[in-house]
């Protein structure tokens, strides 16, 4: 019988676990939280605002329950963003600058100056180049438009009928009221207008979408930085949802409603895709942007305050406000920047940050200058 | 043949402008420069700094930024910010230790070196180095830089207690591992303080004849 001789082999070790990068699958609590708390007032508005779901169309049901789900989805993707520390800082200090006492009816007038050129006009972007800036205010008003028609009428708040006097005339009902002082003919342009709200809201979608992707495919510069998630897919699921919900008016209107409830279906599948896309692809741009104002009182505050001076050229070059929260959140983020000479690295300006690269390797080679 | 890198030697600098020119021309910088070229001490020394992206491997720009617009893409390159996303704080251009970021009010955006993404993503040079005549700013393999020159590529930087590496390379001295960012005058960074003076080299000349209307007859 054979026995072991002892140990020949030392004890067989583990291999050091390999570092494998995994899918953070886990939820952010407060995210959660926060994102079930305006799900649940959108549902309690649209049972209140359609009269106990009165007013509530079945057969748009699931769009309705798609926008919550994506509501749910951008609150939750908003709190997890304020949650970053650069972030957290900017969503404070702007709103301490906003409600600052003696200031706050100048500030909301402001408020609605800069979200004018910020948000709806969107002069930056046409800074950069008009076409541009074509290409997304047709897409920016497309988008609001069709939401301002579709979100109310899914969720039982808005609904049209004839009036009983004149039943070639409609007049809109908003949260059960019927507003009467409001009628139109249904075969005029303001008609026309009102029912095609949505067609002509796809074209201008479709119209944008056309100059975007003639950008995408021959601009180099598209063309090295796009990618298919951020860049291809908004784009493709925009189409989507344009080109289908038209198909409904021409089933409707020109081939005697055939293919209608097939129609029906696929539009319904590519708006639900569009609305999970909304909170975690590029349309979360939309909320994000918003911060813009934010930032923009934080800088004026900034300038009026005391400025910060470079520790080695003595030049002012941001605020003190900024220079001390960036100070405050890199710790925060890892990174420490203390140095025996200046204190901190982040006292000096830009200027001499680049300059010293240079000066140091000089230094260091002992080499001369002129 | 090893990848394609590259490397920044200020030292060869000799302010030419060119880079800043080639910049300019790059399809995803739209007609702006993004390189940075410093005058050490603008009246007193000829030495200029030019400044590339490092391309850190933890961007404290991206790191910094509230609104997630830099990304850093996996081949290294931390990207310029994403146009719908930048909020035009500046966090970026104050927390860069290197000082690259730069903010453009006009369209209310940070624009900052990409290495020429549309060129380096297939292969070819950034137009700064494709365009340096003193290879202040070379791009190649290693193996192509030591057959040129002497000198340890490395891109390790000592920020005080911040260590901070880089795709971009520094070339130093034989036997550095890394550059030690002290903060010094431009003074400091030459060699003797007094083998000449500073001030007026030309000092120890006669003054010239000037404003003498004796001289040339009160004709000049």
């Known amino acids: ?370 | 043949m090893s990848d394609l890198r590259f490397f920044v030697d200020p030292i060869r600098c000799i302010g030419c402008k060119a880079c800043m020119q080639a910049c300019s021309e790059c399809a995803t910088h739209k007609g702006k420069s993004m390189i940075h070229l410093e005058h050490i001490e603008r009246g007193s020394s000829t030495q200029t700094a030019p400044m590339v992206c490092m391309h850190c491997d933890l961007p404290t720009c991206a790191a910094v930024c509230p609104a997630d617009a830099i990304k850093r893409t996996e081949d290294g390159i931390v990207q310029s910010s994403q146009a719908p996303r930048c909020i035009g704080c500046s966090n970026c251009v104050n927390a860069c230790p290197f000082g690259v970021p730069r903010y453009y009010p006009e369209i209310d955006q940070m624009l900052k070196c990409d290495m020429c993404y549309d060129r380096t993503s297939i292969g070819q040079k950034p137009m700064c180095a494709s365009v340096c005549p003193s290879e202040a700013l070379f791009y190649g393999t290693l193996e192509e830089f030591q057959a040129r020159r002497k000198g340890t590529p490395t891109n390790t930087f000592q920020f005080g207690a911040q260590t901070i590496t880089t795709k971009v390379f520094i070339v130093l001295p034989e036997g550095e591992i890394g550059l030690d960012m002290d903060v010094i005058s431009h003074m400091d960074a030459r060699f003797e303080p007094d083998a000449f003076d500073h001030l007026d080299p030309f000092a120890h000349l006669e003054p010239l004849p000037q404003a003498q209307p004796g001289l040339t007859g009160g004709r000049l």
């Open chain 1, 1 to 370: 019988m054979l026995k072991p001789t002892g140990a020949a082999l030392p004890p067989r070790r583990d291999p050091p676990p390999v570092p494998v990068p995994g899918m953070d699958v886990t939820l952010d609590r407060r995210g959660v939280i926060w994102g079930l708390i305006v799900a649940a007032l959108v549902t309690l508005s649209i049972y209140l605002g359609s009269q106990r779901f009165h007013g509530f169309d079945g057969a748009l049901a699931g769009y309705a329950f798609a926008t919550v789900f994506a509501i749910f989805g951008i609150v939750y993707r908003y709190v997890v963003w304020l949650q970053r520390p650069p972030t957290r800082t900017y969503w404070r200090r702007g709103w301490e600058l906003f409600w600052q006492p003696g200031q706050r009816i100048r500030n909301t007038g402001l408020f609605f100056k800069m979200g004018w050129e910020k948000l709806i006009e969107q002069r930056f972007i046409r800074k950069r180049s008009r076409g541009r800036w074509l290409a997304h205010q047709l897409i920016f008003w497309g988008c609001l438009i069709a939401i301002a028609i579709t979100f109310p009428l899914t969720f039982g708040w808005l609904r049209f009928e004839s009036d009983f006097t004149n039943p070639s005339d409609y007049l809109i009902v908003l949260f059960g009221q019927r507003l009467e002082f409001f009628t139109f003919p249904a075969r005029s342009l303001l008609g026309w207008l009102i029912m095609h709200g949505l067609n002509v809201a796809a074209v201008l979608c479709l119209a944008g979408i056309a100059l975007i992707l003639g950008r995408r495919i021959k601009d180099q510069a598209e063309i090295a930085t796009q990618r298919f998630d951020n860049d291809i897919m908004p784009l493709i699921l925009l189409f989507a949802v344009s080109v289908t919900g038209m198909f409904l008016t021409v089933s409707n209107m020109f081939i005697e409603g055939k293919f209608y409830y097939f129609l029906t279906t696929i539009h319904a599948v590519t708006v639900y895709l569009w609305l999970l896309y909304l909170p975690f692809g590029k349309f979360f741009h939309i909320f994000q942007r918003i911060a813009n104002l934010g930032v923009w009182f934080y800088k004026a505050a900034g300038a009026n305050g005391p400025q910060a001076a470079c520790a080695r050229c003595g030049t002012e070059y941001t605020s003190e406000l900024q220079r001390g929260d960036l100070k405050a959140m890199l710790p925060e983020l890892g990174f420490d920047y203390r140095h025996s000479q200046v204190d901190n690295w982040q006292n000096l300006c830009p200027g001499c940050r680049r300059k010293l690269m240079t000066l140091n390797q000089f230094a260091v080679t002992g080499k001369e200058f002129m």
